[in-house]
């Protein structure tokens, strides 16, 4: 298969298959995120494209597999036009007719700029399970980290999502709001979790790449980071919080000091032990030492 640069995938995608129909991101703006620096956002021409399919079905076959499931990388594809991503899943359905379902990224932006009908339609394709990177429900943090959405846009997305009744998750970054702002931040969370009401609230933290520009306003005393018992408790805060029951809350990430993850309504009360416990104990300085958030 030929594939451009690194591709990024949501943790609790790990057994769907991941296509790359296009490159980069095109907003590359966040502060605090590295990941398409290298690429300028473009579609996979579709000789590359239709090459790779044929490969993996070639490969699906071989082995009697069915592709029924499928990740669409790189990080902003949902930012295509509604006629753009129809073609694209045509193509994919072209080589693989037992397609079900469609996952992929999707910026807040990328929604706002889909018509109710364009949803529909990308609905009775098969596209379900966006994964939204909110980041943070504190505006102020969001305009900071040059996210391009505020937390009312947000809410009004992942209504329209809810209306036409496509699964979407929270992507939701701890410490983002820096120093001295874990209630707050947690608790703003928690208030977009229970407005915008995703199947599944994954986090990651904050985490200052050497080759961000996070780390130059960080060098210019222009933000300051949160210690570990302050993200702790900024992210017991949205569990509290949290009031559907059925979300999942995936917090596994290899950036987390706390790895962890259950539904609402049978696992909080395990979760919120673990985090109670590392609040407690944890040494900053042991800690400090210990864990480096070098690279995703
Ligand atoms: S966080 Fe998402 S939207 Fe922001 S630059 Fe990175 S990939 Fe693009």
């Given amino acids: ?43 996979i021409k579709e000789d590359v494209l239709r090459s790779n399919l044929a490969e993996v079905k070639e490969y699906y076959g071989r082995y009697g597999l069915k592709l029924e499931r499928i990740f669409l990388d790189d990080g902003d594809v949902f930012s295509l036009s509604a006629d753009k991503l129809e073609n694209i899943i045509n193509q994919i359905r072209e080589y693989f007719p037992e397609l079900k379902e469609i996952t992929m990224y999707a910026a807040v932006r990328s929604l706002k700029h889909k018509s109710d009908e364009d949803l529909l339609r990308l609905k009775d394709l098969g596209v379900n399970d966006l994964y939204i990177g909110y980041e943070s429900g504190v ?14 846009e947000s809410i009004r997305q992942a209504e329209r999502l809810n209306q036409v009744g496509i699964r979407h998750h929270a992507l939701l970054i701890i410490g983002m709001a820096g120093k001295g702002r874990a209630e707050e931040s947690g608790m703003a969370a928690a208030r977009l979790i229970n407005q915008i009401k995703p199947g599944i609230v994954l986090l990651t933290t904050l985490s200052v790449f050497d080759d961000s520009d996070l780390k130059q306003e960080i060098i210019n005393n222009n933000f300051t980071e ?16 949290i009031n559907d029951g059925n979300i999942y809350f995936w917090a596994s990430h290899s950036l987390n000091s706390v790895p962890m993850e259950g539904y609402i309504y049978k696992d909080r009360e395990n979760m919120r032990r673990k985090l109670q416990y590392a609040i407690e104990n944890i040494d900053e300085e042991t800690f400090a030492q210990q864990l480096k958030r070098e690279r995703l």
Avoid at 5 to 34: D, I, L, S
């Fill in 139 to 152: 505006d102020d943090c969001l305009m900071f980290m040059n996210k391009g959405h505020n937390t009312e």
């Fill in 1 to 43: 298969m030929q594939t451009e640069g690194t591709m990024y995938r949501p943790p609790v995608e790990a057994n769907t298959f991941v296509f790359q129909v296009a490159a980069g991101c095109t907003h590359n703006k966040c502060k605090f995120c590295t990941m398409f620096r290298d690429k300028k956002f473009h579609l």
């Fill in 226 to 241: 949160a210690k570990e018992k302050e993200i702790l408790t900024e992210e017991l805060v949205l569990l509290d919080n």
